[in-house]
């Protein structure tokens, strides 16, 4: 970003990596013995690894690549023992890459770059002969580019090769390892609508006529496979052709096939096709018989639904990868023979093709959420993609009742992992873990017959506190314990591994542990009764002792750190006139320590805690739940420090460079929780409802959530009614458009308005009117015979018991593709032109234009205050809206050569555009906006390797401090 042009700085970062799968292959990548899965996503690759025991593939390393990927290949030279991968990019970069297994890098072999220029309409093809001899390039129209690879992998410069058909539509190398190489293409003859098959030899640098010239093939044709046995297969919509030395063997297909992807099956000497078809989400299987001649006869059968196929690789035995840009990818297992079965053994999420989305709050609590529009056509659905950490269930108990839960690491000797110690209102058991079994068992000295409020190890053996005393045990028996005065009861504790921390009422004590006994040090009489303590150690000092305290206040509603033992008041703040802090906790997180106070109802409190002075600096206050907060340090991976917060809305605190944040967790009503790591279950927690316990894995913090609607149909557009809460999507089937209502909690589609025959839905949002909400939809009716829609509805409804009722509609002259509301009234984006309506429940007015834009297409409408962001496919525009005069201005324009696709307000001076060159644009208003002639001046441009659909305004990450 210019800083000249802009005020702040921008700057751009993926929140989650590509999902679609545009290429995907197999081979030895990683070493000679492994066998490598390879997953090309846009501007990513991912490598795998295929577990030959078990049907799975586990993840070894992934990178991003500067470009979007428009090809990849494996190869091996003659003097290599693994292979290489070759990857090209739209920008005609290419590199080739290998990994080395002793150091676990990639290293890169060669890259470069061809400077010539392409059509955007260009089909880059990549084909690398059998023999590795030489790699070849489909550049630019008719023009052929051949790298020269050397036995060892050295690739040499580039020649070109030249053809008279320039609309290729695919070109392959067939095995002639030992000949001179032999390639087919398929080329369009634009003029006559027709394609066909043609060969070539390359001899000494020039092209040779091969045997088979100008053969037509049928109109569908677009991919040609190599038989692993020889021979090109060309596979069309309705026909199948094998060509053999110049030899052609055709058979009609019994139904229409629309090939996106297709893999060989090897077994033995014999092999099988299998064809995935783009348009159905079928998968074909070919089976070729051979007699005595070299062209086999071929049958083909129908195995059943698969995702909508963008690549097909067969891994072992019978499993394959359906890699899809469309739906989610998956890894299936087929049934061969007359069974011809599928097998869905694992689902890959795919977000892609996200066609609309919206930010929202689907809790109504502070957790933004992206809700998506995903899929195609029976794969089509809602995805809700938030910052969620998701806790895996190794197990579930109904234990209603359950008070409170901790953990005790036994001896060795003992022969169990670990002590799970369960409190109720009125006793405690404890169970006992071995490998994946669990038991009850008794620990000499605890006390099973009350309720235990704090449970954990101590020095010389086991701590357990009771509201009636505190025990010192070991698995031999009572140590020592510790009984409160005469006609007090324990109200409040906290303890480590070497110091306990009680309240009686309003009396504070400490306890040591010297020596296996217990030691009553200090004792401290406050003016008002204690809510909650803590003793965790801080820092990096002695991490089984604390040299301060925290005490929570009732009645004035404070907190205060006292030192150790002398309970010396450092600092103390008071929080609120009403509500009492209920749990707090002093914890060291990357490396800042910070003073953590939950609230009774729900509001968290953080500070800076200064070790050396004990100063409290930087409060801050979030709202994390609506009931109290119980706060937990535990472990995760990596040996990181994080904080559990308990609560009706459970979540998770953890630290990115030295910035607090937060992350909900998956479940709900979670009362206590505690670590629970084992050699067998690996990091483990145990977590508790009201009626449930859940011994489970905590997932990989800060990541992302994607919880998945079926719809059965594919979602084109969706809005979200801040008033009702609830989701309003347009959806689009084979037969009839949709306007669906979708409840935000339970996900269920509670009503639907089916639209006219070839009409779709294409904008929605929402507006007030004498306090009353309605929904507007602009709709378009899709005929092919039709250059543009030539007609479309504007549709006013209204909300009644989870249902839509239609008030009023008129026709438009073209269709809605963009409509927003502002100041209570309608504006539309209707083919090129503004329009400007009011409407009331009986009538819907077009308002003259008093104003002129030149527009070709326009793609989106965004509205904030009375300003109107109007992109064009060649051109923004700001508008201002004059509410006195009920009309619209031009204010500033900019006349751009990129295909614009969307547009958001970054605020009311910043602009963020996304074009079809997969790159996003910032702008900023010029100071003129009021003259009518003002500037959009570019104040950044950056490549994301993608292209942009909708640009909405919010965010995904974690909840964030507010001010207090």
Known sequence: VDSRMSRGMNYMVTAHKATAVTHSL??????????????????????????????????????????????????????????????????????????????GKMVTRANGQFLEKTSPSNINLLSIEAGTRMIGIHISMGKFKIIPVSPDGHLHEAYDLTFNEVALVDIQFLNTPEEDPYFGIIYENVFEGK??????????????????????????????????????????????????????????IPSEIYASAFEFLEIGDSCSLLIGDIIQGELYHIIFAYSDENIPEIAV?????????????????????????????????????KENTIEIVQNYTNLGPISDFCVVDLDMYGQVQVVTCSGVKKDGSLRVVRNCIEISAHAEIELPGIKGTWYLDPPSKSGYEKYLIISFLMDTIILAMKGED??????????????????????????????????LTSDEGKLSDWIPPEGSNISICAANMNQVLLACGNTLIYIGIEDMKLVEKKSLTLEYEISTLDITPIGDGNPTSSQVCTVGLWTENSVGIYTVPDFVEISKTILSEEIIPRSVLLVTMGSNTYLLVAMGDGNLFTFNYNIENGDLSHKKKIALASQSIVLKKFISGENKT????????????????????YSNVNLKGITSMCDFNTPSLGDSIVVTTEDSLTIGAIDEIQKLNISTIPLGEMPTKIHHDTESGMLVVSTQSETIGKIILVDTQSFDVLFNFDLEEEEEGLSITSMELDDQNYIVVGTGFINENEMEPERGRL????????????????????????????????????????????????????????????????????????????????????????????????????????????????????LIIGENSNNI???????????????????GHYHLGDLVNQIKPGSSKDKLYINS
């Open 438 to 471: 669990m038991e009850e068992i008794e620990i000499p000295g605890l006390e099973l017959d009350a309720q235990t409020m704090y449970c954990g190890n101590a020095s010389g053996g086991y701590l357990q506190i009771t509201s009636k005393s505190v025990i």
């Open 795 to 910: 549709l006013i409804f209204q909300f009644y018991q989870n249902s839509l009722v239609l008030k009023n509609e008129t026709l438009i002259n073209g269709s809605v593709n963009s409509i927003a509301e502002i100041r209570g009234y309608i504006i539309c984006a209707v083919g090129s032109l503004i329009q400007l309506y009011s409407f009331t429940p009986n009538e819907i007015e077009l308002l003259p234009s008093k104003f002129s834009i030149n527009c070709q297409w326009i793609t989106s409408l965004e509205t904030r205050g009375n300003f109107v962001l109007v992109t064009d496919i060649n051109s923004m525009h700001m508008l201002i809206f004059d509410e006195d005069v009920q009309s619209l201005e031009c204010g500033a324009n900019d006349i751009t050569n990129n295909w614009n696709t969307s547009s958001a307000f970054l605020d009311s001076d910043n």
């Open 301 to 337: 059968s129908e195995m059943g639904q698969i995702s909508y196929p963008s690549s097909l690789t067969s891994l072992k035995n019978d499993l394959v990868f359906v890699g899809s840009m469309y739906s989610d990818s998956q890894l299936i297992r087929i049934g061969r023979g």
């Open 195 to 252: 394609r066909y098959f043609k060969s070539y030899y390359i001899i000494n640098e020039e092209l040779e006529d091969g045997p088979i010239q100008e053969h037509e093939v049928d109109p569908g044709t677009s991919k040609i496979i190599i038989h692993p046995q020889g021979g090109f297969i060309l596979i069309g919509g309705k026909s199948f052709e094998f060509i053999y030395e110049g030899i052609i063997k055709s058979n009609d």
């Open 642 to 661: 994080n904080v559990f917060a308990s609560s009706d809305r459970p979540a998770v605190v953890y630290c990115i460079d030295d910035k607090l944040v």
């Open 921 to 939: 644009v910032t702008m900023k208003r010029g100071e003129d906006l009021d003259m009518g002639n003002g500037t959009l001046e570019k104040t």
């Open 26 to 103: 197999t081979g030895n990548f990683t070493g000679a013995e492994d066998t490598n899965l390879i997953l090309g996503k846009c501007s990513h690759i991912e490598v795998y690894s295929v577990v030959e025991e078990s049907d799975q593939i586990v993840a070894v390393l992934d990178f991003d690549i500067y470009g979007t990927i428009v090809a990849i290949d494996l190869f091996r030279s003659p003097l290599d023992n693994q292979d290489n991968l070759f990857i090209l990019t739209e920008k005609m970069q290419f590199c080739v890459l290998s990994y080395d297994s002793q150091t």
